[in-house]
């Protein structure tokens, strides 16, 4: 959905000097631009905009929130709690901004320099990690963990140094490890390690010549931290893993070579960890084992090692061959195996639907316990009857999807035409069953997934002169709204209303959702008036991703919880901290 990041930005710009929320508009407006240099450089080419606009949003970012940060750091003390808060956060997001930028020394002076630092605000109270909060302010594990593992730490990778890197990640450890242990420093890794895959993503998309460099770096500094195997412990080599395999994810696109070599030395990464494991148990969490091991499948498949990853799988499934991610990554592996394993492969797609029960090829006597996506939609179905959670409606929603590609894609590949036309159908059946049962398919998104699905299932049908599809032309699946859908539009024309003050039961109605053709995207319709920063400042919320200004200042509303796997430990970091709840001093 288009967004408009930069009149967001004018709007935020137009906050007085003298409003309480000044630090914070002009905080928003430094994000906005950067926003909008995020979301432009990733077009297509045609459709990006000159190097030299895209280098003017980068620069307008930096500019408004380095003015904002020096005029405010003047003007407080430490011990001004609620304005400390403010900068704290500002700078800490600034530094975040500056790392995606390339500037990893600018990044470092601003959380490290002067008596005002990031690091210094967000010191331990009284020196002592036990002492912390779990969350609601800059002292928080929360906060100060993301700070640590995502900004310092990500500034240290880019400038390739070790050793600074290696002590914030044991200072990490304390902090996080002080409530509860390594669960939370993994999922901390894990979104440093997302966050270089977008950004290694968008250089790539925009032919970026940064690109080699920061490649380089990343290389440097894992392949360093790899080889020193002196202090190698579960989260260090995790990360690793972890690491290089967001940088074949952030590669694949446009690389699928050196993409593939990444989750080669993921792979070595995490079989060292297993290797280390056996060596000298109790070095992996005990309830993380499996999901080591699980992890070693992925990263095997990604390589396209197939064989590997089958055999790794067919292990693990005789110790949780009920569990749902186990089942998944089975049924992947046949999906990738029979997408990318040439033709002598194909019937691998009967394994990832059927399951090694049903399929009559593409099977092998061990391979009986997996349920391919069918039989795993089957299950949550049944489990959707009877306890219908979000959760299983997305696993469902998500299997289904899987087993119709997979019969597309495995009709796509056959030469004779009948048995084209047969498998089609099944693709077909496949898209339907699942919307009998859940009209709305979960909200626009997952609908948006299975109506690409549907349009090209039509079109190919249509092209195969099938009975079903004479005298008629491709159209788009029916969408029904969700309840979802309908609430957060009942609760954002209730806001717009409120500034408008127009009927918010009218414009509700008006909002309806009605199914876009295949050539469009539904764009949001521009607000009037006051209500028009209402709309912008949403849509940038939306956005916001792990930002701090989101996280402390304007987040409301807690995220739903991740869905366990196999071997999940549990992760108190599923969200940032709430605003921190301080007064001001008069």
């Known amino acids: 959905v288009p967004q408009d990041y930069a009149e967001a930005a004018k709007w935020y710009l137009q906050v007085p000097e003298s409003a309480p929320q000044y630090l914070e508009a002009q905080l928003a407006a430094g994000n906005a631009w950067w926003y909008a240099f995020q979301n432009e450089s990733v077009r297509p080419e045609a459709e990006r905009k ?157 032919k970026d010549p940064r690109l080699g460099e920061v490649l380089k770096s990343f290389e440097t500094f894992l392949e360093d931290m790899f080889n020193r195997t002196e202090g190698h412990d579960y989260n260090t080599l995790n990360w690793v893993a972890d690491t290089y395999s967001n940088l074949g994810d952030g590669l694949e696109a446009g690389d699928s070579a050196k993409a593939e070599s990444y989750f080669g030395k993921a792979a070595a990464a995490v079989q060292s960890l297993l290797d280390g494991e056996t060596a000298k148990p109790g070095m992996i969490p005990a309830p993380a084992i499996l999901a080591v091991k699980l992890k070693l499948v992925k990263c095997k498949r990604r390589q396209k090692s197939f064989d590997a990853a089958h055999q790794l799988i067919v292990e ?46 593409g099977k092998t006597p061990e391979d009986s ?135 918010p039961d009218e414009s509700v109605a008006a909002a309806a959702p009605k199914a876009p053709k295949a050539k469009e995207q539904a764009k949001p319709k521009a607000a009037s008036g006051g209500s028009t920063i209402l709309v912008i400042v949403l849509v940038l919320l939306a956005a916001g991703g792990g930002v701090a200004y989101y996280f402390l200042v304007l987040s409301k509303k807690a995220k739903p919880k991740a869905r366990r796997g196999v071997a999940e430990i549990e992760d108190p970091f599923a969200s940032m901290p709430e605003p921190p709840k301080v007064k001001a001093k008069r």
């Not at 998104?445 to 491709?474: F, I």
Request: aromatic share 6%.
């Open 316 to 361: 693990i499934l005789k110790e949780k061959s009920r569990a749902i991610d186990v089942q998944e990554e089975a049924a992947q592996l046949f999906q990738d195996w029979g997408t990318y394993g040439g033709a002598d492969h194909l019937d691998k797609f009967q394994v990832a639907i059927l399951g090694g029960k049903k399929a009559k090829k």
């Open 50 to 206: 000159p190097k030299e606009e895209l280098d003017a949003m980068v620069k307008q970012s930096q500019s408004i929130l380095q003015a904002a940060l020096t005029k405010f750091e003047s003007q407080i003390t430490p011990d001004d709690e609620a304005k400390l808060v403010s900068l704290t956060t500002a700078k800490a997001n600034y530094a975040a901004i500056l790392n995606g930028s390339g500037d990893y020394k600018g990044a470092l002076a601003v959380l490290t320099d002067g008596k005002l630092s990031v690091i210094a605000a967000i010191a331990a109270p009284e020196g002592d990690d036990q002492k912390r909060p779990a969350e609601g302010g800059i002292k928080s594990r929360k906060f100060a963990g993301w700070v640590y593992g995502q900004v310092l730490l990500r500034s240290y990778v880019g400038l390739s140094d070790l050793n600074n890197a290696r002590s914030a990640m044991k200072t990490l450890e304390k902090i996080v490890g002080a409530g509860g242990g390594g669960a939370s420093v993994t999922k901390v890794y894990l979104d440093l390690g997302k966050e270089l895959e977008k950004e290694v993503h968008r250089l790539q998309t925009a």
């Open 369 to 503: 316990k997996i349920w391919g996506w069918g039989g795993l939609a089957e299950k949550l179905q049944v489990n959707l009857q009877t306890n219908p959670k979000p959760e299983y409606e997305k696993q469902y929603l998500d299997a289904s999807l899987n087993a119709a590609q997979c019969w597309f894609k495995y009709a796509a590949a056959q030469t004779a035409a009948g048995e084209r036309k047969t498998l089609t159908r099944e693709a077909l059946t496949a898209i339907k069953r699942p919307r009998a049962l859940l009209p709305q398919l979960g909200g626009a998104e997952t609908w948006a997934k299975y109506n690409t699905l549907y349009r090209s299932v039509e079109q190919a049908m249509l092209e195969l002169g099938m009975d079903e599809m004479k005298g008629k032309e491709v159209v788009d699946l029916e969408r029904t709204i969700s309840k979802e859908e309908r609430d957060a539009q009942r609760a954002a024309a209730k806001a717009s209303a409120e500034v408008s003050g127009s009927d």
